[in-house]
Nanobody, 124 residues
Framework: QVQLVESGGGLVQAGGSLRLSCAAS????????MGWFRQAPGKEREFVAG????????SYADSVKGRFTISRDNAKNTVFLQMNSLKPEDTAVYSC?????????????????WGQGTQVTVSS
């Protein structure tokens, strides 16, 4: 059974930082692309960042480019999202996702496995 468990969310003031982690288990993820998504109240889920299986290809939503950094540790089946210069509009439930992707891509859609999410709240 595939499980993705996010951690690291919380309440932070605008301008602050948080680091999210997502631990994956239940299958081999070393050839999976991994990504982060978020969903704010009343809004649709949106892509935040993606990373290829090797970590060499990354993609970001325009709204977080230059502030967020995605990374992964394949030895630990874990993907991270470092979030700096947080804004109130970053408030959302953040979820990680994985999908088989043996080529070097960091997709924005088509993820197969999803975590439950962790709440990030940025106060002004």
């Amino acid at each position: 059974q595939v499980q993705l468990v996010e951690s690291g969310g919380g309440l932070v003031q605008a301008g602050g930082s948080l680091r999210l982690s997502c631990a994956a288990s239940g299958r081999t993820f070393t050839r999976d692309a991994m990504g982060w998504f978020r969903q704010a109240p009343g809004k649709e889920r949106e892509f935040v960042a993606g990373i290829s299986w090797s970590g060499s290809v990354k993609s970001y939503a325009d709204s977080v480019k230059g502030r967020f950094t995605i990374s992964r540790d394949n030895a630990k089946n874990t993907v991270f999202l470092q979030m700096n210069s947080l804004k109130p509009e970053d408030t959302a439930v953040y979820s990680c996702a994985t999908t088989p992707a043996p080529t070097l891509v960091a997709p924005r859609t088509g993820y197969r496995y999803w975590g439950q999410g962790t709440q990030v709240t940025v106060s002004s």
